[in-house]
């Protein structure tokens, strides 16, 4: 199975940028949907970001749509979520998720990274 190790988390200014980047171990990565999570303070686990497994297609959700960037490198076996115009509603624990190209559910989930921002 899969192993997902997310980094580059950290406390950031409003406005600023952070790109997270989520490690992966195991066999046929490219088989699997890559995502980004987040949960915020109060609120309840939501998608962020998503990638298919050969990187062209990717889907946003619409709070992070132009601001947030999600791509793979499937040499590497990471996924990277770039991260601009961040603002404190931005803040909570991330998290990498896969989901195999047959499957219907992320079953897969990495550890979590903080980010903080600041106002």
């Known amino acids: 199975q899969l192993q997902l190790v997310e980094s580059g988390g950290g406390l950031v200014q409003a406005g600023g940028s952070l790109r997270l980047s989520c490690a992966v171990s195991?066999?046929?990565?490219?088989?699997?949907?890559m995502g980004w999570f987040r949960q915020a303070p109060g609120k309840e686990r939501e998608s962020v970001a998503l990638?298919?497994?050969?990187?062209?297609?990717?889907h946003y959700s619409d709070s992070v749509k132009g601001r947030f960037v999600i791509l793979r490198d499937n040499v590497a076996n990471t996924v990277a979520l770039q991260m601009h115009s961040l603002t404190p509603e931005d803040t909570g624990v991330y998290y990498c998720?896969?989901?195999?190209?047959?499957?219907?559910?992320?079953?897969?989930w990495g550890q979590g990274t903080q980010v903080t921002v600041s106002s």
């Open positions: 998720a896969a989901r195999h190209r047959a499957g219907s559910d992320f079953g897969v």
């Open positions: 195991g066999r046929s990565f490219t088989n699997y949907v």
């Open positions: 990638v298919d497994g050969s990187g062209r297609n990717t």
